[in-house]
């Protein structure tokens, strides 16, 4: 995005530098990094940065409504409905394409939104692997909002922490050291002295929940929560049942709580007008179908790593939608060829951390990821047998 800091950087590529990089990444958790890693970040000029946040900032702006959380009611399942919500969500996760508009110029485009965590941790690790082993030039970071490691680190130790010491706070995952994301997990045990828990692990005693800490049986105060329901409805009906305690009255903290996961989502996406949001509709309030149908994507509201998007869409694909309700008709956003690479260019999408401590008005940008993609869409499927393309980070110029 920023050619001559790219022509730079390609230059100097070399795939044992890669090799070299990835051992590194893998040095302190051997085999946790079970998605791709990108070859490269992305370098991202000041002005686009500034149209990023400008439109979190606006998307934010309806989230800190009053009257959002009633606006949002109908968007958590009866069936998942997690009592003693609290005011608002700890963490904003914003997920932009680099896309090409209809006059050739690059600008962000929103692609969804989740009330929950993401790699937290993994990403305050990554940006300084990558600087041992790539030039990245001086004027460039990876945080955003003013934060550096040690803030940035201050304040996720203070939103998931709370006001309790690490053994009373778990990372609670199903089957967390299987999933594909847990070197994350093992980052947060690295920084923040938390154990990634299953949720079959839970001892319930009345109100309160317990795990075993190496031997100890130690209560549970605080959640940092990473339970996907949707996940957990595919699980076995032994998981599931475990799984249904978290759907009691309990005395914990949660961090954040499961409900936002739905609350701030693709369910979303109708209320905000913005010009890098694309036009979005509930699929059950449209009185008819656009004339370019060809030019939307049909997206359930109840899934998780793009499962149910129907890309290609027809008139017979609304048709055969038993539950409009719970679909939604977006926009198609055309991603750019944006990241020079040996052979084709790759695609880009950003994902933008915001932070929202307790007391505070509004959350905060903090930090960020990226991946890299040569497929139809961002995603592992999409990108097999492919280089230059997975997970990555933006440096962005200051």
Excluded at 52 to 58: A, F, H, P, Q, V
Excluded at 137 to 163: Q, S
Excluded at 229 to 235: I, S, V
Aim: charged share 25%; glycine share 4%; proline share 8%.
């Amino acid at each position: 995005m920023i050619p001559s800091v790219r022509r730079e950087y390609n230059s100097q590529f070399t795939e044992e530098k890669y090799q070299a990089y990835l051992r590194d990444l893998n040095g302190p958790h051997p085999g946790a990094i079970e998605f791709r890693v990108a070859e490269t970040p992305v370098f991202v000029p000041k002005d686009f940065t500034r149209k990023i946040i400008d439109t979190c900032e606006r998307i934010v702006d309806v989230i800190v409504d009053p009257k959002f959380k009633e606006m949002t009611d109908r968007a958590i399942p009866a069936d998942v409905y997690v009592p003693n919500e609290n005011g608002h969500s700890h963490f904003i996760a914003f997920d932009f394409g680099v896309c090409e508009n209809e006059r050739g110029e690059l600008e962000p485009q929103l692609i969804e939104m989740q009330g929950f965590p993401t790699l937290f941790a993994f990403q305050v690790y990554q940006p300084e692997v990558i600087r041992r082993h790539f030039p990245i030039p001086e004027n460039f970071d990876a945080y955003l909002g003013g934060f550096n490691k040690e803030t940035y680190l201050e304040l996720l130790r203070k939103i998931v922490l709370g006001n309790h010491a690490p053994e009373n706070v778990i990372l609670l995952e199903i089957l967390p050291h299987q999933q594909k994301t847990r070197i994350d997990f093992y980052c947060t045990q690295d920084y923040l002295h938390i154990k990634p828990v299953c949720i079959t692990e839970l001892i319930q005693e009345g109100r309160k929940l317990y795990y075993d800490n190496e031997g100890k049986k130690t209560e549970v105060k605080r959640i940092y929560n990473r339970v996907i329901f949707d996940d957990l409805q595919q699980q076995s009906e032994e998981i599931q049942q475990k799984g249904k305690v978290l759907l009691e009255d309990l005395a914990v903290e949660w961090a954040p709580h499961p409900n936002w996961f739905y609350r701030i989502s693709k369910y979303t996406l109708p209320f905000v007008k913005h010009p890098n949001v694309p036009e979005t509709f509930f699929l059950n309030e449209l009185k008819q179908p656009p004339a370019d149908l060809e030019n939307y994507v049909l997206k359930p509201l109840f899934s998780f790593a793009g499962q149910g998007v129907i890309i290609d869409l027809v008139a017979a694909d609304l048709e055969k939608v038993k539950d409009p309700e719970n679909w939604i008709l977006q926009r198609k956003v055309k991603y750019a060829d944006v990241i020079p690479t040996p052979d084709i260019p790759a695609k880009a999408e950003f994902r933008i951390f915001y932070f929202w401590e307790d007391g505070a008005p509004r959350p905060v940008p903090t930090n960020n990821l990226a991946r890299l993609s040569k497929g139809k869409m961002i995603g592992v499927r999409y990108n097999k047998d492919k280089e230059w393309v997975g997970g990555t980070v933006c440096f962005f110029e200051k």
